[in-house]
């Protein structure tokens, strides 16, 4: 595999993950992940991140350094925008192979080089607007990004060709191949992308939306040509399009709008609560309203939080299990939680056999603003629109 170039004197690298693996330990990935790095040359050379040290990744990473003249050993400053492994598992690796080169991160980042890899030599820490002059007129600057999507977070920015090395920010599940450019996919494969970069949002950004639209803010006043993530495709035809839809993903757990649509996620132990489901079903398509329905624990979470988060209204469909809440069913909303779900309007639906104080309990752990309980067994279709009130 080649670099590629972007612009004059900046290329990307990237590793792909593929599908065997889970993205942090336990997201699924079936279109597999880039994790890319750029290459930023004046008279000195920068490099933007590294990778998870997998798949003989260093090996790509040297072959691709090789195919435009550079090798590890020759980059004079490691910009490290995030320290979580994805982006830095082979630092030590790269330390060992390049004594002198300075690595530079925000001073948060540079505790974590000091701490986590017990590097100690040649660190600069770097705060919001300072710049790093490569000569031949290339200079970088730095925006500090907090916590997205760890709390030393910061993007580059390529003040000449206006490229924004977003860091997490903009980024997607899904390999690239050869191919890394926006304007290189088809309207089918951007299709694909647009539902991996929501489920990569839904599970990795989404606790920080906060953090996301104060960057987004924060970004305003700059020119932005190019974004290159650390994940993902390189937008360079149409930047403005992933920034809008981070926008709008910031928006859904944030008191934005979510989408006019219903996501029913069900259990059940011996069919009584799939009865009850049936009848609201059948209200929904009677409404015609759009709704994606996520059996547990059949469907991987990953799936489910993503169609989840975006849709306005819930359907919670579960029996009780020992007195509590279908535990297949908790370790979801237990994910909602920690995602930061607000102003969802849900409706549950289950047996609580009869006992009033099953009842209030199950509603109390739905931490889902507007919950409504429903016994299934009455047997009449339900009016989901009216109860969810869309
Ligand atoms: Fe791609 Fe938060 O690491």
Same mark, same amino acid.
């Given at each position: 595999?080649?670099?590629?170039?972007i612009a004059e004197g900046v290329?990307?690298?990237?590793?792909?993950l593929?599908?065997?693996?889970?993205f942090?330990?336990f997201w699924?990935i079936p279109?597999?992940i880039?994790l890319?790095?750029?290459l930023?040359?004046?008279?000195?050379?920068?490099l933007?991140?590294?990778?998870?040290n997998?798949?003989n990744?260093?090996?790509?990473y040297?072959?691709?350094?090789?195919s435009?003249?550079?090798?590890?050993?020759q980059?004079?400053?490691?910009i490290?925008?995030h320290?979580e492994?994805?982006?830095?598992?082979?630092?030590?690796?790269f330390?060992k192979k390049?004594?002198?080169?300075?690595i530079?991160s925000?001073?948060?980042g540079?505790?974590?080089?000091?701490?986590?890899?017990n590097?100690?030599?040649?660190? =600069?820490e770097?705060k919001?607007?300072?710049?790093l002059d490569?000569?031949?007129g290339?200079i970088?600057?730095?925006?500090?990004t907090?916590?997205?999507?760890? !709390?030393e977070?910061?993007?580059?920015?390529?003040?000449n060709?206006?490229?924004?090395?977003?860091?997490?920010?903009f980024?997607?599940?899904g390999?690239?191949?050869?191919?890394?450019?926006d304007?290189?996919f088809s309207?089918?494969?951007h299709?694909?992308?647009?539902?991996?970069?929501?489920r990569?949002?839904?599970?990795?950004?989404?606790?920080f939306?906060t953090?996301?639209?104060?960057a987004?803010?924060k970004?305003g006043?700059t020119?932005?040509?190019?974004?290159?993530?650390s994940?993902?495709m390189i937008?360079?035809?149409? !930047?403005?399009?992933i920034?809008?839809r981070y926008?709008k993903?910031?928006?859904y757990?944030?008191?934005g709008p979510?989408?006019?649509?219903i996501?029913?996620?069900w259990g059940s132990m011996y069919g009584?609560?799939k009865q009850g489901?049936d009848a609201v079903i059948e209200g929904?398509k009677?409404?015609?309203?759009?709704?994606?329905?996520?059996?547990?624990?059949?469907?991987?979470?990953s799936f489910?939080l993503?169609?989840?988060?975006?849709?306005?209204g819930?359907?919670l469909?579960m029996p009780?299990?020992e007195?509590?809440?279908? !535990?297949p069913?908790?370790q979801?909303?237990?994910?909602f939680?920690?995602?930061?779900?607000t102003?969802k309007k849900?409706?549950?639906?289950?047996?609580?056999?009869?006992?009033?104080e =099953?009842?209030?309990n199950?509603?109390?752990?739905l931490?889902i603003s507007n919950g409504q309980v429903?016994?299934?067994l009455?047997?009449?279709v339900?009016?989901?629109?009216k109860?969810? =009130?869309?």
């Open positions: 595999m080649k670099a590629i170039s290329y990307s690298i990237h590793a792909e593929t599908t065997d693996v889970f942090e330990g699924r279109t597999g880039t890319n790095s750029y930023v040359r004046g008279e000195k050379t920068a933007i991140e590294l990778a998870k997998c798949d990744s260093i090996a790509h040297e072959e691709q350094l090789a435009i003249g550079s090798s590890l050993e980059i004079d400053f490691l490290l925008n320290l492994p994805d982006h830095t598992d082979f630092l030590n690796e330390r390049n004594g002198r080169a300075e530079i925000t001073p948060k540079i505790a974590f080089v000091r701490n986590f890899f590097i100690n030599e040649n660190l =600069r770097v919001n607007g300072d710049t490569l000569g031949k290339k970088l600057t730095f925006f500090e907090p916590n997205i999507h760890w !709390p977070t910061m993007m580059t920015y390529d003040i060709e206006k490229i924004l090395f977003s860091c997490d920010a980024g997607s599940y390999t690239l191949g050869e191919r890394v450019f304007d290189e309207a089918e494969e299709a694909c992308f647009e539902k991996e970069s929501l990569y949002y839904a599970n990795i950004v989404s606790s939306s953090f996301v639209k104060k987004i803010e970004l006043n020119e932005i040509k190019t974004i290159a993530p994940h993902g937008w360079r035809r149409n !930047p403005a399009e920034v809008s926008a993903y910031a928006g757990n944030t008191g979510c989408e006019k649509e996501c029913i996620i009584y609560t489901l929904i009677e409404e015609g309203v759009p709704y994606t329905i996520h059996r547990i624990p059949d469907t991987d979470s489910i993503a169609d989840a988060y975006r849709a306005e819930l359907v469909a009780t299990y007195y509590k809440m279908f !535990p069913m908790a979801i909303l237990d994910l939680g920690r995602k930061h779900f102003g849900a409706l549950r639906i289950g047996s609580w056999a009869g006992s009033a =099953r009842k209030r199950m509603t109390k752990q931490p429903w016994n299934p009455n047997g009449r339900y009016p989901a629109r109860i969810l =009130r869309f």
